[in-house]
């Protein structure tokens, strides 16, 4: 499986990546922002619209005074974003262009919003200095202002039974705004919230919509308006499907992973027949059913692999790749998301330095009650279990300092890693509460996901872990 997995990404660079080097122009940042000031911030992009994976661009530093200053190479027009504190201040970047932007006022986020698995950053168009309305950012920003207005007044107006002239008069409005714009992606951005505002507020149906804005153009991979409207139209599709009068057989195909009896099957909704969009609705299905439990993973994940292989799309063979790895990476027998983070002496430390043993990981934080308590437990198994078990404890303590001066007080010996450098590794290993455990096997895949806690008895079932590769030593001699 896993020469599968290296396979798919070394052909993915090979036919993906060189194209776009040769075609991407620079795009220049600057900008001063003294409360941000001493603080590195990372810049990212999403790597495809249909898992909102995200890609890391560039990190840079803001100075001492303020100023701060970055590059990165950009193929095409792309929603880039900040994460800044509660906010995820973002801008459209187009190709060969500089722009001065406007951080917000910074507010972090507060322990409780760490904390919550729920918490979820608000998106903010960063302001761009010397734009005018003939500009891109210009136009989206404006135009999304009144559209969140005019949508939410028809939202409450349809509550009110106010009747359909409400619809109509706000869907004028939004119609005219920038109706000069010769802009092409800000005109296909309008074209799909106009569709999306129509859909939304049930004026217009899927059928319909998929007709107007989506079997009829080219798919626009990188327009966040046009694949919110299809990721919308298209939602839980193969849940639809299997319940028309046809839908037995694609949920034969499924289990059968027949590729291409369900490309046939999918033939019949004449609104797909583009192989493009086929293929994009495939891998929209899939990833919404991966954990809905409708289908089998196995036959889901096999499904995905055959498209992959078969299609001649770039941005739907990478498509498929980022959900292969987004749906793969916390299950049974894969291996874990990477990192290297920081221990107490400053070192970078990764799970290929535990090859060989388990390794239990705990994601935690040292003033929860819950975790408190764990780490006395873990501290016991530690002291019988060391010479087959690391322990691993991924804080997400606000003062590093703190969390280091905390462990050797609390004579706690394993090793303890502060999540700083790598905040993301919270999202990779998809961390809804804390503590949470796994255990990564000595191959360095993943053995138990979850694992239960220290006080759910986990070294019974370690101890039991332990016997079985015992004897089946014993059995293999």
Known sequence: MRNTIVKIVLAALCLMLFPQFQNAQNVEVKGNSKEFAGEELVVYQYADLI??????????????????????????????????????????????????????????????????????????HLGITGVDSTSLNYQIAIYDSRFNRELMFVMESLKEHKGQHVVDSSFSILEEQFKWSDIEYFNEYKSGKLAFFKFISSQMRAKKVAKDQISNHPVLFANTAYMELFNQVFKNYFMYHVRTKDGKQLAIDVATKDYQGLKKTLNQNPLIKNDTIKE?????????????????????????????????????????????????????GFYPPVFELKDKDGNLISLDKFKGKYVYI??????????????????????????????????????????????????????????????????EFDIRVFPTYFLVNREGKLQMSLAPSPGE??????????????????DSN
Request: glycine fraction near 2%; include cysteine.
């Open 362 to 427: 705990n994601f935690a934080h040292s003033q929860s009650y819950t975790c408190l308590k764990d780490f006395e437990l873990l501290k016991q198994i530690y002291e019988r279990q060391k010479e087959n078990l690391e322990i691993v404890s991924i804080c997400i303590d606000d003062n590093p300092e703190d969390l280091w001066f905390f462990s050797e007080q609390n004579q706690y010996d394993w090793i303890f890693l502060h999540y700083g450098n790598e905040p993301a590794v919270i999202k």
């Open 457 to 474: 008895n986990f070294e019974q079932k370690f101890n039991f872990l332990l016997r079985e590769e015992y004897l089946n030593k014993v």
């Open 51 to 124: 898992t909102y994976q995200e890609k890391e661009l560039v990190r840079f530093k803001v100075e001492a005074n303020g100023d701060f200053k970055f590059n990165f190479f950009n193929d095409q027009i792309n929603f880039i974003y900040i994460p800044l504190g509660i906010y995820k201040g973002y801008f459209f970047a187009e190709p060969g262009k500089s722009y001065e932007v406007i951080l917000p006022e910074r507010k972090d986020k507060t322990t409780a919003q760490i904390l919550n698995p729920y918490f979820s950053e608000e998106y903010l």
């Open 280 to 332: 994009l609705v495939i891998l929209k299905s899939l990833y919404d059913e991966f954990y809905a439990d409708n289908f089998s993973r196995a036959s889901m994940l096999a499904l995905l692999d055959s498209l992959y292989f078969n299609s001649k799309v770039p941005e739907n063979q990478l498509i498929a790749q980022n959900i292969r790895q987004q749906v793969t990476h916390l299950l049974h």
